[in-house]
């Protein structure tokens, strides 16, 4: 069965920096995600929704190559496009709200280490939490799953800890579990803040995104009991992929 073509008000291209196919395959996602086109049904031509969205055919097909490269939809010559898929049942990944929750790794994550660096002072965080250590370590990881980058992020910890983390804890744990599991290291307060950008050149290649793609910044602190910002985090994750559930009561 095809689904039916949805008749939508003119898009107007001019309120995002992306680029017009960025923002079509956002809509055409959404209606994936929605059931608006179900998973099993056809979709409309590329000549409808150039019609519909009042944009060029290649622009068209230019969105439906990203929505066919995250396998939702598949495209059949003679017979037409296909939903295969909703994004929730290919992949998620929920950014805990809690501090257990930022314990545990996802299932089926690999943690590659790109860099490390001795002796260096993140950017102190805005607002600034606790005293700065005197020096700290560095590390820029970037996380796996299914095949695909997900998170890309910059873990500063406070040297004198250092030395009392075992190097394969990095590329198997999350960082606050590192900080959880050190003998004697009490951590007092732990914040985190999550705010929405889109993807420049460097990170859309580190995160296989289009150029201007959505991301979520998160940045992360830790806090010891004599009030040293003993952790900074400053991560990055797909847009595509984010997911928050926050209890309310």
């Given at each position: 069965m095809?689904?039916?073509?949805?008749?939508?008000?003119?898009i107007?291209?001019?309120?995002?920096?992306?680029?017009?196919?960025v923002?079509?395959a956002?809509?055409?996602?959404?209606?994936?995600e929605?059931?608006q086109?179900?998973?099993?049904?056809?979709?409309p031509t590329?000549?409808?929704?150039?019609?519909?969205?009042?944009?060029?055919?290649?622009?068209?097909?230019?969105?439906?190559d990203l929505?066919?490269?995250?396998?939702?939809?598949?495209?059949?010559?003679?017979?037409?496009?296909?939903v295969?898929g909703?994004?929730?049942?290919?992949?998620?990944?929920?950014?805990?709200s809690?501090?257990s929750?930022?314990?545990?790794?996802?299932?089926?994550?690999t943690?590659?280490?790109?860099?490390?660096?001795?002796?260096?002072?993140?950017?102190p965080?805005?607002?600034?939490?606790?005293?700065m250590?005197?020096?700290?370590?560095?590390?820029?990881?970037?996380?796996?799953?299914?095949?695909?980058?997900?998170?890309?992020?910059?873990?500063?910890?406070?040297?004198?800890?250092?030395?009392?983390?075992a190097p394969?804890s990095?590329?198997t744990?999350t960082?606050?579990?590192?900080?959880?599991?050190?003998?004697?290291?009490?951590?007092?307060?732990a914040h985190?803040?999550?705010?929405l950008?889109?993807?420049?050149?460097?990170?859309?290649?580190?995160?296989?995104?289009p150029?201007?793609?959505?991301?979520?910044?998160?940045?992360?602190?830790?806090?010891?009991?004599?009030?040293c910002?003993?952790?900074?985090?400053?991560?990055?994750?797909?847009?595509?992929?984010?997911?928050?559930?926050i209890k309310?009561?």
């Open positions: 095809k689904a039916a073509q949805v008749t939508t008000a003119a107007d291209f001019s309120r995002s920096a992306a680029s017009r196919y923002q079509l956002s809509l055409f996602r959404r209606r994936v929605s059931g086109w179900q998973v099993g049904e056809q979709i590329v000549d409808e929704l150039a019609a519909e969205c009042q944009v060029a055919r290649a622009t068209v097909r230019q969105a439906l929505l066919e490269d995250e396998k939702l939809i598949a495209r059949y010559r003679a017979k037409g496009t296909f295969i909703k994004p929730q049942e290919q992949f998620w990944c929920e950014v805990a809690d501090w929750g930022q314990l545990i790794a996802p299932d089926g994550v943690i590659e280490i790109l860099t490390k660096q001795e002796r260096l002072a993140p950017n965080p805005d607002p600034m939490v606790g005293t250590a005197p020096f700290y370590q560095h590390w820029r990881r970037r996380h796996w799953r299914n095949g695909k980058p997900y998170y890309l992020g910059d873990v500063y910890i406070d040297e004198r800890l250092c030395a009392r983390i394969e990095f590329e744990k960082s606050m579990r590192i900080l959880r599991e050190l003998p004697g290291l009490e951590i007092a307060e985190q803040t999550l705010t950008g889109s993807a420049d050149p460097d990170l859309a290649e580190l995160l296989q995104l150029l201007n793609a959505p991301v979520a910044h998160v940045a992360r602190t830790a806090v010891d009991r004599d009030g910002l003993v952790f900074v985090g400053q991560g990055i994750y797909r847009g595509d992929v984010v997911r928050l559930d309310l009561k």
